[in-house]
């Protein structure tokens, strides 16, 4: 029995050990996501350029910082450079994709790299909410930020096991919307629309998707799925623009 307990002493003990050890982003992490937070404030200006260089600094602290890709991709964005959008939202997709193979030589150094990933997407939900009310649909914006909680409270979960684990391999529904809007706005229609039903599978409470990709059907004269689209959006809250609407109608009445 007294063997039993000190087992049990020494586990609690190990555990404590291994959280404390893991309590604190790494110096390389709080550097990337301190850029990470001047590239969102000068996307929030409209500096395209300089939110560039200020996501590129992040990915230089922490080159597997997949939500510094994507964010990088919305500069890219910004400055109508869809080809370099499309390649750092390609490079976040699969950053995220493979985390669940990347290897580690023991626990603490795992539960770092959790530690930091916590930190970044709750840097990532500070400058969502950050955002000026105007900035985006309120549907869209309230959606990302309870993705973004999701999935802070499933990395803690996962850092407070006592055992090894997988890490979290999910892509962000966000992640695919973007980079379906990039393929779009380079006129990769079925790469947009791909891309756009993944991050409806990943997330079909974005409203914003389901309305990007109404404007798809739109473009590619598919009128009935586009009305079908704009309903699915509105059914979730999304506010979609009455001249879409009305322009779907116009082109379906063959006008």
Do not use: C
Not at 52 to 68: M, N, T, Y
Not at 224 to 245: T, Y
């Amino acid at each position: 029995m007294r063997t039993a307990l000190l087992g049990l002493v020494f586990t609690v003990a190990f555990s404590g050990t291994l959280s404390a050890q893991a309590a604190a982003p790494s110096i390389a992490a709080q550097r990337a996501n301190q850029h990470y937070a001047q590239g969102w404030s000068q996307i929030r200006a409209g500096e395209w350029d300089a939110a560039v260089r200020e996501f590129q600094w992040a990915i230089s602290s922490d080159p597997k910082f997949a939500l510094a890709y994507y964010s990088l991709g919305r500069a890219h964005m910004g400055r109508r450079d869809f080809a370099q959008a499309i390649t750092a939202y390609l490079r976040s997709r699969d950053l995220f994709a493979n985390a669940g193979s990347e290897q580690f030589t023991n626990l603490i150094e795992q539960r770092q790299r959790l530690t930091d990933r916590i930190f970044e997407y709750q840097t990532a939900l500070n400058q969502a909410r950050a955002r000026t009310p105007a900035a985006s649909n309120s549907q869209s914006q309230s959606v990302y930020i309870r993705d973004l909680q999701a999935a802070i409270t499933r990395l803690e979960q996962a850092r407070d096991r006592a055992t090894s684990f997988t890490m979290d391999s999910s892509v962000p529904y966000f992640v695919p919307m973007a980079l379906g809007a990039a393929y779009f706005r380079s006129g990769q229609f079925a790469d947009a629309e791909r891309e756009y039903k993944e991050a409806i599978a990943a997330n079909a409470a974005s409203g914003e998707t389901h309305n990007n990709l109404a404007v798809l059907y739109l473009t590619t004269g598919r009128y009935d799925e586009a009305e079908s689209a704009v309903r699915a959006a509105e059914k979730v809250g999304f506010k979609v623009n009455e001249n879409l609407k009305s322009d779907i109608k116009k082109k379906k009445a063959g006008g």
